[in-house]
């Protein structure tokens, strides 16, 4: 054999030992199964990511007797919140938001009831005031005391004041959020802050607290740290700890003020870029800083059905209908507060009454509140 056939032979093996090449139609379709895998995990990852609440309350209506298995306060007057019933729909959420302040001793200063109806795409939430009287067997009977005190009469705290709130409302929201007050300038930072009115001059300092805020009046960029300043603001003080000023009605002040930022956050959040593209920030926040009964996939079910649905016309604030009482305390008025709970809150078809409520300074047998 020729030296020319022999290398004509080891080439033609050589070519045979290769892997043969891929056509274009069989590349497209490589590239194709790629997409389909990659779109079969992302729908499963989604479908694990967003999880639809269960609403925890089912059943006939009752009132009184067994709540579930959880423990009910009971003062003597046969009142009970109302734990089950049928509702005005099967994806209409009610949800107590607890602001929890670790530097200030623990307190529950800022406490929201939300509502979420997903079908109507409505929210409404109601400022519960700190200082909101209630029926509570020591002598400081404020709302904001509750938690405190819960470890003297073996009760867990945020148990405690989901109680102490269903008296005041005539029924047992579906869900507790505590929040760490921290949690809320990481949020502000994620969504890169907030354009608000800060409505007054802030000057506060507390070295105990390592708790310093000083913001002037006016539209401004309010990122993480500020926010925090903002809402914790009641007070100013001077160089000496005098304390002076503050809002002109106290804390409903204050209140009105943390409903109007945190609409500016609401607002924010609703943005589908917003919202999406921080969505592993906020899960890491919430991982953090939240305690709850919902999980990750809850929350995130809600931030689902809320993009490019729900808008701000359709979220309304209110705050507990109350009068003073002639000092700090704030007594809550109880035709205003079913009113307001039936049109905006009540899950259950049939209406909340004032026989559902257990109100500081209603008299026995009485149909309004007194002093």
């Known amino acids: 054999m020729s030296e020319q056939s022999r290398k004509r ?9 290769r892997p043969s090449r891929l056509s ?10 790629a997409v389909l895998a990659a779109a079969l995990a992302v ?4 479908k694990t990511l967003f999880v639809k609440p269960e609403l925890p309350n089912k059943g006939e209506n009752t009132q009184g007797g067994d709540t579930q298995g959880e423990d009910v306060i009971d003062y003597g007057d046969g009142v009970q919140p109302r734990v089950s019933g049928e509702r005005k729909s099967q994806d209409y959420y009610t949800v107590l938001i607890l602001g929890r302040d670790t530097g200030g001793g623990g307190n529950t200063d800022t406490m929201l009831l939300a509502s979420y109806d997903v079908t109507n795409q409505k929210a409404t939430v109601m400022s519960i005031p700190r200082d909101t009287m209630v029926n509570v067997p020591w002598d400081i009977k ?12 073996d009760k867990d705290g945020i148990q405690f004041l989901k109680e102490e709130v269903s008296y005041l409302i005539g029924f047992q929201p579906d869900y507790t959020i505590v929040v760490e007050w921290e949690a809320v300038g990481e949020l502000v930072d994620a969504i890169g802050g907030v354009e608000f009115d800060v409505p007054i001059d802030m000057n506060y300092d507390d070295p105990t607290q390592n708790l310093h805020i000083h913001l002037n009046a006016g539209l401004q960029d309010i990122d993480g740290d500020k926010a925090m300043q903002l809402l914790r603001w009641r007070k100013n003080s001077d160089a000496y700890g005098n304390v002076y000023g503050g809002y002109p009605n106290g804390d409903l002040g204050r ?15 609703l943005q589908p870029d917003v919202l999406l593209s921080n969505l592993m920030d906020y899960i890491s ?4 800083n939240v305690t709850t009964d919902l999980s990750v996939g809850n929350l995130a079910y809600f931030g689902k059905s809320a993009i490019g649905r729900l808008d701000m016309d359709s979220v309304e ?31 259950y078809q049939s209406d909340i009454s004032l026989r559902d409520l257990n109100l500081a ?11």
Request: one cysteine or more.
């Open 9 to 17: 032979i080891q080439k033609k093996e050589a070519k045979e030992k």
């Open 24 to 33: 274009r139609g069989q590349k497209w379709l490589l590239v194709l199964a």
């Open 43 to 46: 729908t499963v990852t989604l």
């Open 142 to 153: 404020r709302i904001n005391s509750v938690y405190n005190y819960a470890p003297y009469y």
């Open 255 to 269: 209140i009105e003020t943390q409903q109007a930022f945190l609409k500016e956050v609401v607002r924010k959040c």
């Open 285 to 288: 926040i919430f991982q953090k």
């Open 317 to 347: 604030f209110v705050t507990l209908p109350n009068q003073s009482a002639g000092d700090a305390h704030l007594l809550p008025v109880g035709s205003q507060i079913v009113e307001m709970v039936n049109e905006g809150f009540n899950p």
């Open 361 to 371: 300074g209603k008299r026995p047998g009485s149909s309004s509140t007194g002093t």
